[in-house]
Each structure stands twice: as C-alpha cells, then as structure tokens.
C-alpha cells in the first residue's frame, strides 16, 4: 500500500536470510519516490492472505497483526544492492576447497538461464563445484590441490545471491577471486578408532575423507576375539550427501554386538583410497573393540 492514500498492493518474495537467520529480505519491484507501508504477511501468495509467512525455528508465526500494529514503514531508494562475497575458505581435503559465502547463494551459467555444474580456473583447471545454503564446494576433477598453488576464478561469472546478485569478486587488483592450496595430499589415509556405535553397528572414522566406492567387505575380517568366532553376517554402510561425515565407514552386522565380549577388525593393506587417491597403509592393521549394549 502506498503512503499516498492510493491501493496499489505489491507482494514481495522472501527470498534469502541474513543477520544469523533474523533478517528476512525479500525481492520485489518498487516505485521510485515512493513510500511503503507493511500492511501483512502472505503465507501462501494465490490462497488468501494468511498469518504465518513468517515463524521462529518452533513454529510461532508473526502475525498480521503485530505487523498492524507497529506500521513497518520504507522508502524506495535508487541504490543498488551488493552482490554475494566470499567470507572464508578452506581447503578440507586433498581435492576440494569449501567456500563459505556472507549469505545464502545459488549458480548461474554467466547468462542467467541456467546452472552450472564445473568450472575452469583461470589457471586451467576444471572444478565440480556445488551449493548448499551459504557454502560453495570446489571439488577439483582431476589429480589434487597443491601447496601454495593459486587457483583463480572470476564467481561473478557462476555465483549469485537468492535475489539474483551476482558474486563480488574480491581480490582487488585483477577483479578475480584466488583460493590458495594450503598443502599437497600425499599421505596415506589411517583409521583413527574402531568402536561399537551400537549393538549393530561398527563405526569406523578416518583420519581424512575416503573414498567410499574404494571400500568392500572383502577389505575386513571380524571375529568375536574372546570366543575366537569369525563373523561373516556384516555389511559394509556407506553413505554420501553433505549432512554425512566422508572419514566415516560403518560395518553392519546380522548378530548383536555384546557388551561383554571384545572384537577384533582386521583391514587388508591398501584396502582404501582418500579422496586424493591415496592408498591405506601397505600393512594389514587389526583393532579391537568392546561390544555394546545399545539399541540401533
């Protein structure tokens, strides 16, 4: 509604969060010289004008009429509004570097009709690259990072905010964006601990990302090393997605693990790959472990 006493609804999409998620914007068409008055929130644009656009992590909507009340007024100004930048960056393993940008973003293919799912340095180097919420990952597609080695990009060109910004490229000088390799990858991957998740399932953490397609049963051999029985009922669990640990492998087993008996893993040597593709120590390795008396 316009301050000028004429009705000219216009709706606004929320469109990204800002402010450690206590901001809401939104993106919209506005007039210039004009003033804006919230008059609601919509939850649904198309199904009625609704309270519960908006709610906390519990669910309590704000209402349309706490937004009455307060009379949220703005003008229209002419300036522009900032494109995305990169806040941090690091390198988490022998190939790939995350990218945590200073709000939530998307990809683009440069002309705004698409999304990309590579990208060249400017050094020559192609890039799998992936976003979710405000983190970029460059995955590099073949061979590894190395130390001290630039890699260059210009993000204005694939990165864009929620809003349709696109990236800032913030290296100053050249108007690019360099990730720098902060070492080479050329140690072999080594199991950390061994341990009885639950009464099903063993967990096995790395010391870096593996390779989960590297990993077979045939790679382990499990026995209950108190009854010095062989176990030959287990699968090998592997997952992927970005809510899962990559240095992790799990090991299903048929029978229950016991509290009361000690187990013994073998892994066979060069049995597994990082993500560098790295091989596991040349030697068989055998830990031990205590059973559990915890449900799946």
Do not use: C
């Not at 499990?222 to 030959?232: F, G, H, P």
Request: charge should be negative.
């Amino acid at each position: 509604m316009l301050s000028d006493g004429s009705i000219t609804p216009v709706k606004l999409d929320a469109k990204d969060y800002a402010d450690d998620f206590t901001t809401v914007e939104f993106s919209g068409t506005l007039a210039a010289g004009k003033t804006y008055t919230v008059v609601n929130v919509v939850y649904n644009p198309g199904t009625g004008e609704v309270d519960g656009g908006v709610a906390d992590l519990i669910g309590n909507s704000v209402l349309n009429t706490d937004i009455e009340d307060n009379y949220f007024t703005f003008e229209y100004i002419a300036e522009a509004p900032e494109g995305p930048e990169v806040e941090s960056y690091e390198q988490v393993n022998g190939t790939t570097f995350e990218v945590t940008m200073n709000r939530w973003i998307a990809l683009y293919d440069g002309d705004g009709d698409g999304s990309v799912g590579t990208v060249d340095s400017v050094e020559g180097d192609t890039f799998n690259i992936s976003v979710e919420d405000d983190v970029v990952t460059f995955e590099i597609a073949t061979g590894g990072l190395k130390e001290d080695q630039d890699y260059t990009f210009e993000i204005d060109e694939f990165i864009k905010d929620l809003h349709g910004e696109v990236a800032i490229n913030d290296n100053s000088t050249d108007g690019k964006t360099v990730f720098e390799g902060e070492y080479t990858d050329t140690d072999a991957p080594y199991i950390e601990e061994v341990v009885a998740k639950n009464r099903k399932t063993i967990k096995i953490t790395f010391n870096e990302d593996v390779d989960t397609s590297s990993v077979s049963k045939a790679d382990f051999t499990l026995r209950n090393y108190d009854t010095d029985k062989n176990i030959t009922d287990f699968d090998i669990v592997t997952e992927s997605g970005s809510d899962v640990d990559d240095n992790i492998i799990e090991i299903s087993v048929t029978k229950a693990l016991e509290a009361r008996y000690e187990y013994e893993l073998v892994i066979q040597k060069k049995a597994v790959q990082d993500v560098k593709g790295n091989f596991s120590d040349d030697a068989t390795e055998t830990f031990y472990f205590n059973g559990s008396n915890l449900k799946e």
